[in-house]
Each structure stands twice: as structure tokens, then as C-alpha cells.
């Protein structure tokens, strides 16, 4: 041993040591020495246990497309995910599903929740079902057909409506209601906001094809009327299918046990 110090000292250019005929004594520099080589084999010791919580998905980052309005339940979804894993970063963003995709395919996106509608492109994006709900007819209270149990998109031609953008998937939706009629209703309103878009439907700017979740968590006094022969809502969370990091897999897995959530749950957050 004494050799290998006599070799670090000469490498470093500085005595760490007083050696005496009975004892060995630290010099100043060999007391810097040993003080700073405590804090770096700490700093290593607590760099494992961070990685190790890395691999383990207990700590990372989580980017999630996902709107609350078209999935009032998001807030438990988040909870969830962060009990479970309390050193993940959650960075939420509000993008159409077209978009969501075309993210999680070039790896800017990690998890999204996606309305899965006929035609919609999925390749290389894995993906399970959330929740099916049908589609309505939101209107105002007063409307002529708010009482009505239910409508035809023929009986809906002549009436204004608030939509969403082109791209999105209500707004396909929209689209694929009126598809085979020569006559299209008039769009009234372009919003993403849905919340907007209720509040605009409230008060009798025109109508919207939302779900009933939708219509309802916003708030808003509206009339929500069942539509006849229309494909219902598919909400699904879809990830890139490649291999991710931990602890997306680690949310996914927290997600897909979850499903559905209790009843009591799914009543506080609509």
C-alpha cells in the first residue's frame, strides 16, 4: 500500500502523507484529498441508485398529448401515474390525433390518447381502447328539437354548426356524418376549444356533434340528443411500437390496468 501512495503522490505532484517511524499523518493537501474523494464516491453511490431508478422507470419523463375535455378523467389518469412513479416529469400538450400520431412515430411524443376513428392511419403505433361512447347532437335548451329521443343527419342539413378544424378527429367526424349528402349543414364556428364550443352551442350559435361526456363535464345548459347511424366515439392511448423507455411502459401498464376506472371516479370528473 505504501507503494501505490507513493506512486499517487508523485503522479499528483503533492505529499498527501507524514510518515514518521510510527505513525502516517495527513498533510493538508492529503486531507483536501481524502474529503474530496468522500463527496465523489458518494456522488457515484447516489448516481447508481438514480440510474437504477432510470431502468427501473420510477424516475423520467413523460410526454403526453391528451385533452381534458374529450377525457375528463386525464386529472386521475395523471394521479395515478405520478403516485405510482413521483420522480416522473409529466409534460402535457393538446395536439389533434392526426398530429399525435405523426409525434409518436419521430419520437417527440411518448404516449397520446387518440380518438380512433374509421380510416385513421395507425401503422407502427400500438394502441389500446380506453372508452366507447356514442355521439349526440348537442344543442341549445331552446332549440325545436332539444326533447326530440333522437335525430337522423338528414334531419340536421339545415342547421348551423360549431365544429372543430380540419384535421382533428371530430372534425372528421363531422365530415363523415354528411358525407353522402349533396346538401352539407352550414359551419358556423371553427373552434378547437370545446369548451368554447358548448358555450357557443348554449346560447344558439349553432349545433355540434360531441360526445355526451363532452357536452356534459363543460357544464354548460345545452340539449344532448342521440344520433342515429353514426359510428361511436373511440378514445384509445397509443404509443410509437418500438421499445420505450421504462417508464412509459411503466405508465402504459398503470393505464391499461386501470380500465376502466371505477364508477365513482368516472362520476366526480364529469
Known amino acids: 500500500i505504501y507503494e501505490v501512495l507513493r506512486r499517487l503522490e508523485e503522479e499528483l505532484g503533492v505529499r498527501l502523507f507524514e510518515r514518521t517511524s510510527r505513525r502516517v499523518l495527513l498533510t493538508d493537501a492529503g486531507e483536501a484529498f481524502v474529503a474530496r474523494g468522500r463527496r465523489l464516491v458518494a456522488d457515484v453511490d447516489e448516481l447508481a441508485v438514480e440510474m ?42 393538446e395536439v389533434a390525433t392526426s398530429k399525435a400520431i405523426d409525434l409518436l412515430r419521430i419520437g417527440e ?53 360549431v365544429v372543430s378544424q380540419p384535421g382533428t378527429a371530430l372534425r372528421r367526424v363531422f365530415d363523415r356524418v354528411f358525407a353522402g349528402f349533396a346538401q352539407v349543414p352550414r359551419i358556423a364556428i371553427e373552434t378547437n376549444e370545446l369548451a368554447a364550443a358548448v358555450a357557443f352551442v348554449s346560447i344558439g350559435l349553432g349545433d355540434a356533434i360531441l360526445t355526451r361526456s363532452i357536452a356534459e ?54
Open 109 to 161: 411524443l411518448d404516449l397520446a390518447l387518440i380518438a380512433v376513428t374509421p380510416g385513421l392511419d395507425l401503422t407502427g403505433i400500438a394502441h389500446f381502447e380506453l372508452k366507447s361512447e356514442p355521439f349526440v347532437v348537442v344543442t341549445a335548451p331552446h332549440h325545436a328539437m332539444a326533447t326530440r329521443d333522437c335525430v337522423t343527419p338528414s334531419e340536421l342539413l339545415s342547421e348551423p354548426f
Open 52 to 93: 437504477a431508478e432510470f431502468a427501473d422507470g420510477a424516475r423520467g419523463r413523460l410526454r403526453l398529448s391528451a385533452w381534458y375535455h374529450v377525457e375528463p378523467r386525464l386529472a386521475y389518469l395523471v394521479r395515478d401515474v405520478l403516485e405510482a412513479n413521483p420522480l416522473v416529469d409529466i409534460s402535457i400538450v
Open 217 to 270: 363535464h363543460v357544464g354548460d345548459p345545452v340539449a344532448v340528443i342521440p344520433v342515429a347511424d353514426v359510428a361511436p366515439f373511440v378514445l384509445a392511448a397509443a404509443w410509437a411500437d418500438r421499445p420505450q423507455p421504462r417508464a412509459v411502459v411503466r405508465a402504459i401498464e398503470l393505464i391499461r390496468s386501470n380500465r376502466p376506472l371505477p364508477e365513482a371516479l368516472s362520476e366526480a370528473a364529469v
